[in-house]
Structure formats: C-alpha cells, structure tokens
C-alpha cells in the first residue's frame, strides 16, 4: 500500500514541495525559488510526487501549475488509522 508515497514522502525535499502546495498552486518556478537546485534536480522531484499521486499538474499556457492532491495522503491516513484502531481495541481487551 502506497510504496511509490512513501518512497516520494522520505525525501526532505519533497516534503518541503508538498508543504509549500498546501498553501497554494505554483508554477515550478515558483516552487524552484524555495531551493537551491538545478532544474533538472526539481524536475526528478516534481515527477516523484507526480508517480506517487501526492501532486497533480496541469498546462496553463507556457507553464506547469502543480496542485497538492490529497487523495493518496487521505487513503494512507485513514491506514494508519486501522492500526490506531486495532492498538485501542487490544488495550481495552488487555483491561478487562
């Protein structure tokens, strides 16, 4: 379950992109001035998150307007999530 996430969610890098596009849609260069990288470099992250499904981008004119999609980051909350359950439930079978 979301192994191509949580490779893209271990690269400080990335997460960085991702905090940044919580706030709003950017361009990639927008999202370059934040780093000290070269385009290329940008570029393999932005196409990580884009493999992922943690970021969405689309054409507008000469740019690449990338969002933040949530839909992964939801699915592997609500994951974790199964073992907050599970961890709960043992502890009240442990107390009685």
């Known amino acids: 379950?979301?192994?191509?996430?949580?490779?893209?969610?271990?690269?400080?890098?990335?997460r960085r992109i991702l905090e940044l596009l919580r706030g709003e849609n950017l361009t990639a260069g927008e999202?370059?001035?934040?780093?000290?990288?070269?385009?290329?470099?940008?570029?393999?992250?932005?196409n990580s998150l884009k493999a992922a499904g943690l970021v969405e981008a689309?054409?507008?004119?000469?740019?690449?307007?990338?969002?933040?999609?949530?839909t992964v980051l939801q699915d592997l909350m609500s994951w974790f999530y199964t073992f907050t359950d599970r961890r709960d439930s043992d502890e009240h079978h442990i107390e009685r």
């Open 58 to 70: 689309r054409r507008d004119g000469q740019n690449i307007i990338y969002s933040l999609d949530t």
């Open 1 to 14: 379950m979301g192994g191509e996430a949580f490779k893209a969610l271990a690269d400080p890098t990335r």
């Open 31 to 46: 999202i370059a001035t934040h780093f000290d990288m070269t385009k290329p470099s940008l570029s393999h992250h932005l």
